[in-house]
C-alpha cells in the first residue's frame, strides 16, 4: 500500500490474476519511476481502490479474470467512484463482437499482450500526459 500523504511519483494500480503478468508489469513501471500498487484480482482491486483512490492516478487492467465482474464492470465502478481516474486495459485477446469491449476501447487505451516494456511505459505514459484514445498493438 501506498501512503495517503502527498507523493512525488504516479501511482498505479494493476489488477491482473497472472501472478508472472504482476511481477513484469511492476518491476517495468517502477524501473520506469512509477510507484506501483498490485492486486491478484478485480475484488482485492475495488477494496484498495476504494480505500485509496485518491492517491492513485492510473489503474492497468486486465479485461478477463475469474471471479464476479470483468475489467470493464471495474472500470465502470471505478469512474461511478472517480470518474476523473483513468483506466487502462491489458488483454490476450480483443473481442470486437462485445459492444462493451469495443466501446471501452474506444473511450480508453487497450494494451495487447504480449507487450514489450518500452511498450508498456508508452501507454502508461501516454495516457498520464492525456494522449488520444484507441488501441494499442
Same mark, same amino acid.
Request: no cysteine.
Given at each position: #500500500? ?23 508489469? =511492476?518491476? +517495468?513501471? &517502477? /524501473? ?11 475484488? $482485492? ?5 476504494? %480505500? %485509496? ?10 479485461? $478477463? #479474470? ?7 464492470? /471495474? ?12 483506466? /487502462?486495459?491489458?488483454?490476450?485477446? /480483443? ?6 469491449? +469495443? =466501446? #471501452?476501447?474506444?473511450? &480508453?487505451? +487497450?494494451?495487447? =499482450?504480449?507487450?514489450?516494456? =518500452? &511498450?508498456? +511505459?508508452?501507454?502508461?505514459?501516454? &495516457? ?10
Amino acid at each position: #500500500m501506498i501512503p495517503s500523504d502527498e507523493h512525488s511519483r504516479p501511482v498505479i494500480l494493476i489488477a491482473d490474476d497472472e501472478p508472472f503478468i504482476l511481477r513484469y508489469i =511492476k518491476q +517495468v513501471l &517502477q /524501473l520506469a519511476d512509477y510507484d506501483v500498487i498490485t492486486a491478484d484480482g478485480f475484488e $482485492v482491486a475495488w477494496t484498495i481502490l476504494e %480505500q %485509496q483512490h485518491s492517491v492513485i492516478d492510473l489503474v492497468l487492467t486486465d479485461i $478477463v #479474470m475469474p471471479g464476479s465482474i470483468d475489467g470493464l464492470e /471495474l472500470a465502470e465502478r471505478i469512474h461511478q467512484l472517480d470518474a476523473d481516474l483513468p483506466v /487502462l486495459f491489458i488483454t490476450g485477446a /480483443l473481442s470486437e463482437s462485445d459492444p462493451r469491449t +469495443v =466501446k #471501452m476501447a474506444e473511450k &480508453q487505451l +487497450v494494451l495487447l =499482450k504480449p507487450f514489450y516494456p =518500452k &511498450q508498456l +511505459v508508452d501507454f502508461v505514459g501516454a &495516457q498520464l500526459r492525456g494522449a488520444s484514445s484507441g488501441i494499442a498493438r
